[in-house]
C-alpha cells in the first residue's frame, strides 16, 4: 500500500518517492501489461481478486499472522508450476516471535510439506508449487 508500517524503520520513508522510483524502475515491464501494480492492502487485494499468477512475492506486513495469511491468501491465487516468494525470512523486530516473518512462513511450509518444491532458503525462502 506504500504507506509502511508500525515498524521503526520506516518512519522516515517518504513513501511517494518511493512509489515513483519503483515505477520509474519498473515502467517497461508495466508498459507491456505484465505486471500490474495494486496500491492496496493485501487483504482487500484478495478480497477482491479473482485471477491467478505465476508468480507471488511477499513482503508486506512482517508480523506472523499478517504473513500466514499473506501466505495461505497468495497460494490460493497462485497457478500450479507459480512460484511463491517470501522476503525478510530472517528479519526479526526483536521482541516476541509472533512479531516476526519466520514463525509464520515456518508452519505454512509445514501444512503444505507435500505441495511445493523448495527452490532457495535464505533471507528469502522460494517455492514452487505443485
Do not use: C
Not at 525470512?89 to 526483536?94: N, V
Amino acid at each position: 500500500m506504500w504507506q509502511g508500517s508500525a515498524e521503526e524503520a520506516h518512519n522516515d520513508i517518504d513513501w511517494p518517492q518511493l512509489r515513483d522510483f519503483y515505477a520509474k524502475r519498473l515502467w517497461g515491464f508495466l508498459e507491456t501489461g505484465k505486471l500490474v501494480p495494486f496500491q492496496k492492502t493485501s487483504d482487500a487485494f484478495f478480497a477482491e481478486n479473482s485471477q491467478t499468477f505465476d508468480f507471488i512475492y511477499i513482503d508486506g506486513d512482517h508480523r506472523a499472522s499478517s504473513v500466514v495469511k499473506d501466505a495461505i491468501n497468495a497460494w490460493a491465487a497462485l497457478k500450479p508450476g507459480g512460484v511463491l516468494a517470501f522476503d525478510d525470512y530472517s528479519w526479526s523486530a526483536g521482541s516476541t516471535p509472533d512479531q516476526d516473518p519466520k514463525p509464520a512462513i515456518d508452519a505454512f511450509l509445514l501444512a503444505k510439506t507435500n505441495g511445493y518444491n523448495l527452490l532457495a532458503v535464505n533471507n528469502q525462502v522460494w517455492l514452487r508449487k505443485h
